[in-house]
């Protein structure tokens, strides 16, 4: 008798507490109380990158600063008019200079659900041009992280660097590689966010989609929300600075990052703020393809004349100059190598040795007294007496 009661009191403690259980759980399936918050995309914040003293980069008659705020305003009241229940904060919405800490800051402050920051691309070559869109993350290619130098050397025009990016150091390529390392558990909506940026570049703008990377951006670092760094096209590309200034070209980039923006807070809201993980290996999958960038001569031009060019070579460097350091050297194709951990940086190339001795002293008129012609043979540089005897043969 005794096990019995025993049993039977187990028993009924049991059923107890499953009616307990049940009961909460139809308390949780009532519509009023919802298990779990839904998700909600209220407040986006959109970064025009640059600003005031600091122009970014160049074109021949067009700066970063001044394109990216034309997108940023214009993707900026595109949201408002479609979503007037969406916050949107600028981080400036006029010519002035923002730190890079503050500008994240202003994210977090306002605990967006969407960090925007909208850049143009540079490259000492004026043949790259297409779009790339960036997450924070390590940066698995040498051009990858020329880009984020280049945008995160911006923290030298401000005022006590030091105090504000635990002593990161924009000279330091050490500096890149550790800081980079402290990535935000925001990943996988980043990228999400990130590829659809792209996929409406090239369908909407028809522009040529570089794809989604990763690197250490400073202005990412610290954010507490997905966010992606937009290079919407490389101003030092001719067509594609026209592309960029033009009313027009801005219109349907800011529509295109629009898109993206619709498709997203979409995706979000009706997936409770998650991203399958078939979607991530899918972005991921195609993440960071290096994209070819001519830095060498290009052999289409040899191949007419058994396979030799000839360049002017009028400037070294330890390190890769801005976009903008040749611009006096315009129209005339600039390019560079890297040979023994020095940039060499080209004139060329051409047929004929006649055209790269006028080019060498156009060179040297444009104050590079020491440029001189070199001769390469199918990627490999020969005397200028070799040159001329394979030319004369
Ligand atoms: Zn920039």
Not at 297 to 319: H, I
Request: charged share 25%.
């Amino acid at each position: 008798m005794e096990i019995m009661k025993k049993q039977i009191s187990r028993t009924s403690v049991i059923t107890g507490a499953f009616m307990v259980l049940w009961l909460g759980v139809c308390a949780f399936n009532t519509p009023s109380t919802p298990e779990l918050p839904a998700y909600k995309l209220k407040t986006v914040v959109i970064d025009a990158g640059h600003g005031g003293h600091d122009i970014g980069c160049s074109g021949s008659a067009n700066n970063e600063k001044t394109v990216a705020l034309k997108l940023a305003l214009k993707l900026g009241e595109m949201i408002e008019k479609n979503y007037p229940d969406v916050k949107v904060i600028y981080t400036r919405k006029t010519d002035v200079f923002v730190e890079l800490y503050e500008r994240a800051a202003i994210a977090n402050r306002n605990n967006a659900d969407l960090f925007i920051c909208i850049h143009c691309n540079a490259n000492p070559n004026s043949s790259p041009y297409g779009t790339e869109t960036y997450v924070m993350g390590l940066h698995k290619t040498e051009a990858n992280l020329n880009v984020a130098k280049r945008e995160n050397d911006v923290i030298l025009m401000e005022d006590n660097y030091n105090q504000h990016y635990d002593g990161f150091n924009p000279n330091d390529p050490a500096s890149h590689i550790i800081f980079s390392l402290n990535q935000h558990a925001f990943m996988d909506q980043s990228i999400l966010f990130a590829s659809s940026v792209e996929k409406y570049l090239k369908s909407h703008a028809k522009r040529s989609s570089r794809g989604v990377k990763q690197a250490g951006f400073l202005v990412l670092w610290k954010t507490a929300m997905p966010s992606v760094l937009i290079e919407t096209g490389f101003l030092t590309n001719s067509s594609e600075e026209k592309f960029l200034a033009s009313e027009s070209g801005q219109t349907t980039i800011a529509e295109s990052i629009f898109y993206a923006f619709r498709d997203y807070k979409n995706d979000m809201e009706n997936n409770s703020g998650k991203v399958s993980e078939a979607t991530v290996q899918a972005i991921e999958a195609n993440m960071d393809k290096e994209v070819e960038t001519p830095k060498t001569e290009p052999v289409t031009t040899s191949t007419d004349n058994k396979g030799l060019t000839f360049s002017v070579q009028f400037y070294t460097a330890e390190s890769e100059a801005s976009a903008t350091k040749f611009a006096d050297l315009k129209p005339e194709n600039v390019t560079y190598v890297k040979e023994n951990g020095l940039y060499k940086y080209r004139l060329g190339p051409y047929k004929t040795l006649d055209e790269a001795t006028k080019k060498q002293s156009f060179a040297r008129n444009a104050g590079y007294k020491d440029a001189f012609v070199i001769a390469v043979k199918d990627g490999k540089r020969i005397s200028i007496e070799e040159a001329k005897a394979l030319a004369g043969s």
